[in-house]
């Protein structure tokens, strides 16, 4: 036991070991300056050329914002028609079913918001065929996409006053190029090693040592299983994910793709340090996100090490802490980290399945996806931190009787106001939605539907409410990973939560954008000794606090009524 | 916006050939060199293939080291968790089940002698694997069953127990099964 824990401490350190030259090197890359994988240039060279991009013609906030709907658009159509018409495609050795249309506007959006709600299980709802044009696709683009969002952030600060962020097209093909592609085939490599399947056979029939016959699904899963780590979007190429074997076969590559999910989200904080040479900033947010984080992974390691205390009553041993849904050569401890780093990027991706989890634990990662930024999704992270930065300049603005500014701009009413509105949304999304699925559950159980929402939930009570709580949460914070015993794959589910996924995206990618692009037109103000510092430690405080008091009012009825009430009922 | 319909247009099809592509086939191009090809990695008896070193498999019969519960009875066309929450009546009612089971196969085992993951679903319904300590508490039966010393069934599991640095020791069931047919 005591080794595991160690265990995780370290996965942690190697991660911000690995994370803290990376940013450095991002930094670089997104600067134009010579790195190590310069060698990529004539490929990005040749990519410009073909599509006719100029990556040196800068566009503005709204010019930026088009360039990347326009084909984010494209996707989701691409990947909605490719879905539905699987069955007719090649790669598809199983012989496995097109999707069906509720089922795949859910998917098509799911992946293009670089999440994975995954109403389907991979071994049978997809073909070889989509896994790769689809869903591997739009792991590496909708990632890519986060981090182009992210430069135009960036940029607007970078200079004094600005009107351009930069191009879109360059940092999006430059985010593949330098960074999710090479990192993605260092780890599908180790993976490949490790006995994950790589190779485009179908499924195996076997008899084994008792005498049964036995099926085993396969395919080439190593490589998506990297960037699905990587790029934060966490859909597995098996229906249980990281918990399947052949997608996690050892504590080691466990460890492996732990860091992979935390390594970029991490390594971008980093890189905003070098990139706008303001290092304290940087150390700031990440001691901010760091102290949440460290406190969430503390509260699941004790919770699942400690094991389920209505099983203790049942009077076996349960030495290796709560075991339901998880697996062996895992453990508990590494369980539990994976569940927070897993739900602070926006990952999605699980190695024990959530809904087991015991109670704290279930109500600390679906907390963890409220607040969706600590790291946060590549690129999305930062944005979202942003909008609490915003507010946090806000109300610290009115206790000291100033203006408001931040990195040399001043924060007005109108900026203020899309922020508010953004950290609002999420709530009404999330509470709304939930509150429309418990009416149905408890005074409509039986209407005439596919499913009727009496069949929805795998578990009463309590822990039944947070199975819908759950899911509005990962939907609206495009996380993906689920309280999977939720029946979800109907029509309600399926389009409810693909619109919730949409707004869930887009509008907090916009918003802070918006923000950035009219704060850097404003004319910029000389740091003054009146100056509230947003690098300092105080503000970081600051931020903690607006972060805590948003969620905390925003949520706690609704934590309350779920994983708190079964806490307490255990 | 036309610009920006025909740049999506062409930057999407050249990302499609790199990442949808290229990417997978360079790393099955790497596979074929790892054990098993990059189809996953077998393992045979007699030649025969019986079974992935990986995937765990449903051993019922009592001259067998059970592996874990699974709740896709070890059918690996596809996998899952019971998804059970902690405080789900019906759930902890089979685990009392599954308790009673064990207790009456395994004649001279105290419940308080049951570890935890031989009687709770594992998280991909294939966990390969089980804790030495639900190795250990089967010895007995299976000793038992095939009429042989416990002390040789023991030194066999001691045998198969693998160690990982810090992670938790594991027992491949599958394995460790193989080498007790090999036991005479």
């Avoid at chain 1, 991660?15 to 930094?27: F, I, Q």
């Avoid at chain 1, 999440?115 to 065929?129: I, K, P």
């Avoid at chain 2, 699974?70 to 685990?95: E, F």
Wanted: proline content about 5%.
């Amino acid at each position: 036991m005591n080794g595991e824990l160690t265990g995780t401490i370290l996965i942690y350190l190697i991660t911000l070991l690995l994370a803290y030259p990376l940013g450095r090197y991002m930094s670089k890359v997104f600067n134009g300056e010579k790195t190590l994988t310069g060698f990529m240039k004539p490929v990005e060279k040749f990519i410009f050329r073909i599509s006719g991009i100029n990556p040196a013609e800068s566009m503005n906030w709204k010019q930026f914002l088009k360039a990347m709907l326009t084909i984010n658009l494209l996707w989701l159509v691409y990947a909605f028609f490719l879905l539905v018409f699987q069955d007719k495609m090649p790669l598809n050795p199983d012989g496995n079913p097109g999707q069906s249309p509720d089922l795949a506007f859910n998917t098509s959006i799911s992946f293009l918001v670089n999440c994975n709600l995954q109403h389907y299980s991979g071994e049978s709802g997809l073909t070889y065929f989509t896994q790769l044009f689809v869903v591997t696709f739009l792991q590496f683009v909708s990632a890519a996409t986060g981090i182009a969002m992210l430069m135009a952030l960036l940029n607007a600060f970078k200079e004094k006053t600005v009107q351009h962020l930069g191009n879109f097209w360059n940092y999006f093909v430059k985010s593949v190029t330098r960074v999710l592609l090479p990192l993605s085939i260092i780890v599908a490599v180790i993976l490949a090693f490790s006995g994950t399947p790589s190779g485009f056979a179908g499924k195996d029939t076997i008899t084994t040592l008792q005498g049964d016959t036995m099926q085993v699904s396969r395919g080439p899963a190593a490589g998506m299983i990297a960037i699905k780590q990587l790029g934060t979007n966490g859909g597995g190429w098996f229906g249980t994910n990281s918990a399947h074997p052949l997608e996690n076969p050892s504590y080691l590559t466990n460890a492996v793709e732990t860091i992979s999910i935390l390594l970029i989200p991490i390594a971008l904080v980093f890189m905003l340090g070098f990139y706008l040479n303001k290092r304290k900033l940087a150390k700031v947010i990440f001691g901010v996100m760091t102290f949440l984080f460290v406190i969430f992974c503390a509260i699941n390691i004790y919770y699942e090490t400690k094991g389920n205390p209505a099983i203790d009553k049942l009077g076996i041993a349960q030495t290796a802490g709560s075991m339901e849904g998880k697996e062996v050569r895992i453990g508990a401890a590494a369980t539990a980290l994976w569940s927070v780093a897993t739900t602070s990027t926006s990952n999605g991706s699980v190695n024990g399945m959530h809904d087991s989890l015991t109670p704290i634990s279930g109500g600390v990662v679906i907390l963890d996806m409220m607040v969706n930024a600590l790291y946060g999704g590549v690129g999305v992270g930062i944005l979202n931190y942003f909008i609490f930065i915003i507010i946090a300049v806000f109300i610290s603005g009115l206790m000291v009787g100033r203006t408001p500014e931040f990195m040399g701009h001043k924060v007005e009413a109108r900026e203020v106001k899309i922020a508010a509105l953004i950290t609002l949304l999420s709530a009404f999304l999330i509470k709304g939605f939930t509150a429309l699925a418990a009416y149905l559950v408890a005074h409509h159980p039986d209407i005439a539907w596919q499913v009727k929402p009496g069949a929805w939930l795998n578990n009463p009570s309590y822990h039944g409410f947070s199975e819908m709580l759950y899911e509005f949460t990962s939907a609206n914070a495009n996380n993906g990973s689920g309280f999977e015993g939720l029946g979800d794959n109907n029509i309600f589910w399926n389009v409810t939560t693909g619109f919730v996924l949409l707004i869930g995206r887009f509008l907090p990618i916009i918003a802070p954008i918006a923000i950035a692009g009219l704060l850097a037109n404003k004319k910029f103000i000389p740091e003054s000794p009146g100056t509230l510092r947003t690098d300092s430690g105080t503000f970081g405080v600051m931020t903690l606090a607006v972060i805590i008091i948003v969620t905390a009012l925003s949520y706690l009825p609704a934590l309350a009524l779920g994983p708190i009430a079964e806490f307490f009922s255990l | 916006m036309k610009k920006n319909l025909l740049i999506s247009l062409k930057l999407t099809g050249l990302m499609i050939i790199l990442c949808a592509i290229i990417y997978p086939l360079l790393i099955a191009a790497v596979g074929t060199a790892t054990p098993g090809g990059g189809n996953g990695e077998t393992v045979s008896v007699d030649g025969k293939v019986v079974g992935y070193k990986n995937i765990g498999q449903r051993f019922t019969e009592d001259k067998y080291f059970s592996g874990r519960p699974s709740a896709v009875d070890y059918n690996a066309a596809g996998s899952a968790g019971s998804n059970k929450g902690p405080s789900n009546p019906d759930y902890l009612k089979i685990v009392q089940d599954r308790i009673d089971t064990f207790l009456v196969h395994n004649p001279g085992i105290r419940k308080e002698d049951i570890p935890a993951d031989l009687v709770t679903a594992s998280g991909s319904g294939l966990d390969p694997d089980i804790s030495p300590a639900s190795a250990f508490v089967q010895v007995k039966r299976v000793a038992a069953v095939r009429g042989l010393p416990e002390t040789a069934v023991k030194e066999l599991v001691d045998k198969h127990i693998s160690k990982t640095i810090l992670g938790p020791d594991v027992v491949n069931v599958l394995k460790l099964n193989m080498a007790l047919d090999q036991l005479k």
